[in-house]
């Protein structure tokens, strides 16, 4: 693949990431898109509540099965290493996508607040949650987690260097808080429906298991004892002190 075009997959890839990750909050706290979570009109609950599993699993699988060090080595059989990376956002937004086209209304609330500072409380909480992810993918590194770092160096002439193993700021509180801002995110609403609740509570499922049984395992193959120092040093997903020696050891040592 020529590197401009490579450069140009990346950054399109990018692009389209952008705006679906826009659209995705739009789509979870109700406000500013077309259709969110809960607009449309609704059907019968039994086929919504398949269709939406349906797609929320399509999500969960294609993040499961692509980021796995095993599928990239397979991958980057077809496809240029460089372009791994942006290829696995693509395909990202792409099951977005079709979340929020398929997704049918479960509208029925579960809680409603209308107590106005409570309401807007909530809105700011969710805004909190949007705003770690963003921040823990520029700790960990904005550029490379989405593609665009690899297919720029190799426009470049250069290969890129893996990840660095990042123990500082938010990483000292909990080991995952780019997933900790989703699930602030995805519970913090004044108005939580049937299909909302639907959507948090298999994301949350899927956050703890995807993260336990999948992506810590990577990261222990990958920086072995200093991650499972890591682990025992710094709560997962939730900021509460452990028993355990002081964080700064493993930090100070980055
Ligand atoms: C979407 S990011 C999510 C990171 C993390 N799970 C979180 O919630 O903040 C996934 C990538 O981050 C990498 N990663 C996770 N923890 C890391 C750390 N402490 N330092 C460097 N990379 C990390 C994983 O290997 C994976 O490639």
């Known amino acids: 693949m020529p590197r401009v075009l490579a450069l140009f997959y990346g950054v399109v890839s990018y692009l389209v990431f952008l705006a679906t990750f826009t659209y995705a909050i739009g789509f979870v706290t109700g406000l500013g898109v077309p259709k969110h979570?809960?607009?449309?009109?609704?059907?019968?609950?039994?086929?919504?509540?398949?269709?939406?599993?349906?797609?929320l699993g399509l999500f969960a699988a294609q993040h499961s099965v692509?980021?796995?060090?095993?599928?990239?080595?397979?991958?980057t059989r077809f496809v240029p290493e460089h372009v791994e990376r942006s290829t696995y956002v693509l395909c990202a937004s792409l099951a977005l996508v079709a979340m929020f086209a398929w997704w049918r209304p479960m509208p029925s609330p579960v809680w409603q607040v209308e107590t106005p500072a409570l309401y807007w409380m909530?809105?700011?909480?969710?805004?909190?949650?949007?705003?770690?992810?963003?921040?823990?993918?520029?700790?960990?590194?904005h550029c490379e987690l989405f593609g665009l770092r690899q297919v720029w160096l190799h426009a470049r002439g250069k290969t890129a260097a893996h990840l660095p193993f990042v123990t500082r700021s938010l990483y000292r509180l909990v080991r995952h808080p780019l997933m900790l801002g989703f699930l602030i995110a995805f519970w913090a609403t004044p108005h939580m429906s049937q299909g909302h609740l639907l959507f948090a509570l298999a994301?949350?499922?899927?956050?703890?298991?995807?993260?336990?049984?999948?992506?810590e395992r990577d990261l222990v193959a990958m920086h072995g004892e200093a991650y499972r120092r890591y682990q025992r040093e710094v709560p997962m997903l939730l900021p509460l002190p452990k028993r355990r020696e002081p964080v700064g050891s493993v930090a100070r040592s980055r």
């Not at 979570?37 to 797609?55: Q, W």
């Not at 692509?66 to 991958?75: C, E, I, Q, S």
């Not at 909530?122 to 590194?141: D, K, P, R, Y």
């Open 37 to 55: 979570i809960d607009g449309g009109l609704a059907g019968p609950l039994l086929p919504a509540l398949l269709v939406n599993a349906a797609l």
């Open 66 to 75: 692509m980021a796995r060090p095993a599928f990239k080595r397979w991958l």
């Open 122 to 141: 909530l809105h700011a909480l969710s805004a909190c949650g949007w705003l770690l992810v963003l921040v823990g993918t520029f700790l960990i590194s």
């Open 203 to 215: 994301t949350t499922g899927y956050i703890v298991l995807a993260v336990k049984l999948l992506e």
